[in-house]
């Protein structure tokens, strides 16, 4: 058996296993926010935002509330959506 690891040839198979990454981390770590997937994941929050936005739109991942602020605007807290199979 080989443990071959996948290697993205197109921008589309790397924005889906970025997605997979994504919401594997919002499975087994929500609810959490933009600013920690960005972090656990290594991906810009500009790459995470238009990736989570995606899934929020095909109804994957929720918002599920806010986050207390120190001052700046409170984050936004994301789970994965119960009613998504």
């Known amino acids: 058996m080989s443990n071959t690891v996948f290697a993205p040839q197109t921008t589309r ?31 810009s929050p500009a790459t995470v935002t238009n990736l989570v936005n995606h899934l929020i739109e095909r109804r994957l991942v929720m918002s599920v509330g806010f986050e207390e ?13 119960p009613q998504a199979g």
Do not use: K, V, W
Request: proline fraction near 5%.
């Open 13 to 43: 198979d790397l924005r889906r296993a970025n997605q997979q990454a994504l919401l594997q981390l919002i499975y087994f770590n929500g609810p959490i926010t933009r600013h920690e997937l960005s972090a656990l994941s290594g991906l």
């Open 69 to 81: 602020s120190q001052g700046g605007r409170p984050r936004e807290t994301l789970s994965i959506n």
